[in-house]
């Protein structure tokens, strides 16, 4: 049975509205996940995060082996109870922390030695591994483990890199799972239009839950991220939700949409907050600069979230500048809020047919900058 229903499309985009049905409920698309890497999305309380709406949200297959140890999850109950959140999860494999993060990695046909990067201990992480993980962790939809291409890279290294994750997407297929787990599979390919192609064409013919576009947030410019989603949106099967990994601002998002995606992440709302800078739906506002020590009007009089509606930029500024941790939650507050009201208002606009409109609008008001 498919868990993902479309509910409606757009007619001048490749939007479109829909739910996926998953182990700890309803997942209504398009949707933000919030990412709790370490079992926590940095700063906020899981009541707050049901509080603005979300129902989804990311950990991470790496660092969840890393610190506090899987066995200690699994002892817990399962990454649900362990952290106290009762929506759904997504894991990610650990694929892209391991080519990132480690301090020395060996890579072989069934997976990756490496080192720790917190201790220097001596792991490894394949295929079998990262499925056998996400299955103890509990999580409502596991990622296939892959290799992520480096930006830039040539066409030969990103041709063996998307060999070799085909070929661990279909041992993640072959794995055991966890009762009501999705799986999805992951696109890569780099910066090429045929290896984008032949990717979508072998993670499809794998017939996995859904199908997630990687290896666009490396590097690479916003342009080029839209090229990448302009090949790939008219091959991705139509009747699976469509996650593009690790992106992005609010207008990266919207431009996602438009191309047909359902699922986002990215760490961008928690951390350009904790750096002082503020996401709207008509820009950015650098709420830690010194020309707003003296405004005391809220980061953004048309924001309903908790932060706007008691306090104001004059205030939230003291606070980062004097490292009070209620600086970093109010920021954190209000980006997350702004991102979860995006998805909100795309939702309601595709339901309304006035999607594209609204987009045309969005994406002009918005500048294609991202925060420092």
């Excluded at 997407?169 to 999805?184: E, M, S, T, Y």
């Excluded at 930029?313 to 009070?324: D, G, M, P, S, T």
Aim: overall charge neutral; hydrophobic content about 40%; charged content about 20%.
């Amino acid at each position: 049975m498919n868990p993902f229903t479309v509910l409606s499309t757009d007619a001048r985009t490749r939007a479109r509205r829909g739910a996926l049905q998953t182990a700890h409920g309803v997942l209504q698309t398009p949707a933000f996940m919030p990412v709790g890497t370490q079992a926590t999305v940095k700063a906020m309380a899981p009541c707050e995060l049901a509080a603005m709406g979300a129902e989804i949200i990311l950990g991470n297959t790496y660092h969840l082996t890393i610190r506090p140890g899987i066995e200690i999850i699994a002892a817990a109950g399962g990454l649900h109870r362990f952290m106290g959140w009762d929506g759904a999860i997504l894991t990610d494999s650990g694929g892209y922390q391991v080519f990132s993060l480690s301090k020395l990695r060996k890579l072989r046909p069934d997976g990756v030695e490496f080192q720790s990067h917190v201790d220097g201990k001596r792991l490894f992480l394949g295929p079998r591994e990262a499925m056998a993980i996400q299955r103890q962790l509990g999580s409502d939809v596991a990622m296939t483990f892959d290799e992520c291409t480096p930006y830039p890279c040539t066409h030969t290294e990103a041709q063996r890199s998307l060999d070799l994750t085909l070929r661990w997407a279909a041992l993640c297929r072959q794995q055991d799972r966890a009762p009501g787990q999705l799986v999805f599979g992951i696109v890569q390919g780099a910066l090429f239009q045929d290896l984008r192609a032949q990717a979508v064409a072998g993670i499809a013919d794998l017939d996995f839950d859904g199908i997630a576009v990687g290896g666009v947030s490396v590097g690479e410019t916003e342009a080029q991220m839209v090229a990448v989603l302009d090949w790939v949106a008219p091959l991705l099967p139509p009747a699976r939700p469509h996650y593009l990994m690790g992106v992005g601002t609010p207008r990266q998002l919207v431009l996602g949409v438009a191309r047909g995606i359902d699922m986002f992440d990215c760490v961008l709302p928690t951390r350009v907050g904790r750096n002082g800078s503020a996401f709207t739906l008509t820009g950015t506002i650098p709420v830690k600069a010194g020309r707003y020590k003296d405004d005391f009007t809220p980061i953004d009089p048309d924001c309903e979230c908790y932060a706007c509606r008691h306090f104001s930029k004059a205030y939230i500024r003291h606070l980062l500048n004097v490292n009070e941790i209620l600086g970093s939650r109010l920021m954190t507050v209000h980006n997350l809020h702004t991102y979860l009201e995006l998805m909100r208002r795309i939702r309601a606009h595709l339901e309304a047919g006035t999607f594209a409109d609204f987009a045309e609008d969005f994406l002009r008001r918005v500048t294609p900058a991202t925060p420092a």
